[in-house]
């Protein structure tokens, strides 16, 4: 059971035992960037006209940074407006804003905007820079992110090991870019089941961060979340709580109580709870996870899904029926209205919807939605 985020930040969610969830969240240290000195076209351009869209891009960064993704998708479309009628489509001011535009897309699970935005952001970078820039190393990361919580490993292998040998090329290979790319990478092979590899990518991460940033940057918290995923996967559960705890302490000190890092985070440590029998626990966390991801994602975003699935099975758990069944109903709605019938994530909402309809005494309902759910996961391997 997990918490799942658009990465960031993701991305960092610990996909666990019991109900599959999205991929990690995106490191808001580098997913949406403000004006960078690289980013400015020369020429008629009005310095009035610079700063009106340096302005609302930086509004976009700066809202992203705080959690605020609604309002800030909306900056940075008029950023992304702003850019190219004074600069130009084709402008690194464009590349800019269109970055931001579709990380934070990503982040409010609209998969199908996101892609065709970060890869035209890629295709200016790439042309106007060459594909050894940072900027370039910037738009492949966020690529990444948008094609693991797609399940395009592939793909996302591809551009993360790119922007890994940018990132080495530029600053060096012991850099904190190096890290927070390093958590991607580790992320594809939890998503492939190689948790030995991810496990060791984790911990080089964390050693990198640790040295440059100290043992309280925000970034520092991302990777220990992200480890305590992997362990409770290899289920090393007590290996994972205080990792987990250590996070989130961090998270709150830095980002205050309301922040997405903190819903993904809650959710994590419910997970832990739910397997060592703490219901109680679990339920009190997943309800604030809920509560912040309803208000900054919206009501039918795939990460409420996650929450719902999560605490609709501790109900189920906890015996009380009626409770899962709504809640596990609404989670199954949402995933197939936002990701399809098709996609993974629904096994973890489907199987233990089965299970109630089992217990009560629904049988042939049991055995239809068991049915989907192994067909989804043939097709899946």
Request: aromatic share 4%; charged share 25%.
């Given at each position: ?76 479309a ?6 190219e ?13 269109l970055n ?18 970060l ?8 042309k106007?820079?060459?594909?050894a820039?940072?900027?370039?190393g ?21 551009c ?46 964390l050693?990198?961060?640790?040295k440059?940033?100290g ?23 007590a ?16 980002l ?19 397997l ?14 809920l509560?912040?991801d309803?208000?900054?994602?919206g ?55 089965a ?27």
């Amino acid at each position: 059971m997990g918490h799942g985020c658009g990465m960031l930040l993701l991305g960092v969610c610990a996909v666990g035992a019991l109900v599959a969830c999205p991929a990690d969240p995106p490191e808001t240290g580098v997913a949406v960037s403000k004006q960078a000195p690289e980013a400015v076209d020369a020429g008629s351009v009005t310095l009035v006209t610079m700063f009106q869209w340096k302005e609302v891009n930086d509004q976009a960064a700066e809202l992203y940074k705080q959690g605020e993704y609604a309002q800030a998708v909306v900056m940075a479309a008029r950023a992304v407006q702003l850019a190219e009628r004074a600069f130009g489509p084709y402008a690194l001011q464009a590349a800019t804003s269109l970055n931001n535009l579709g990380t934070i897309q990503n982040n409010l699970g609209r998969y199908a905007e996101a892609e065709p935005v970060l890869r035209r952001a890629l295709a200016i970078r790439e042309k106007r820079l060459g594909k050894a820039h940072p900027l370039v190393g910037i738009c492949l990361h966020n690529l990444a992110l948008l094609y693991e919580d797609l399940e395009r490993n592939e793909e996302a292998l591809e551009c993360i090991l790119r922007s890994i040998a940018i990132a080495e090329q530029v600053s060096g290979p012991e850099h904190p870019d190096v890290a927070l790319r390093l958590n991607v990478l580790a992320s594809i092979h939890r998503s492939h089941r190689r948790l030995a590899e991810a496990e060791q990518v984790y911990l080089r991460a964390l050693a990198i961060q640790e040295k440059a940033l100290g043992p309280e940057h925000r970034d520092v918290a991302t990777t220990l979340h992200n480890l305590a995923g992997c362990y409770n996967e290899l289920g090393h559960f007590a290996k994972a709580e205080p990792l987990y705890l250590r996070a989130l302490k961090v998270w709150e000190k830095e980002l205050g109580p309301d922040h997405p890092n903190l819903a993904s985070s809650y959710g994590a440590i419910a997970d832990v709870f739910v397997l060592r029998g703490r219901l109680d626990q679990a339920e009190v966390l997943l309800k604030r996870a809920l509560a912040i991801d309803r208000r900054v994602a919206g009501p039918d975003h795939p990460l409420v899904a996650s929450d719902l699935s999560s605490l609709g099975f501790v109900f189920l758990l906890q015996g009380r029926l009626e409770d899962a069944e709504l809640y596990l109903k609404l989670a199954l709605a949402i995933r197939e209205k936002t990701l399809g019938p098709d996609h993974p994530d629904l096994v973890g909402t489907l199987k233990p919807l089965a299970l109630l309809f089992r217990k009560t005494g629904r049988e042939a309902k049991a055995k239809s939605l068991e049915a989907r759910a192994e067909s989804i996961q043939g097709v899946e391997r």
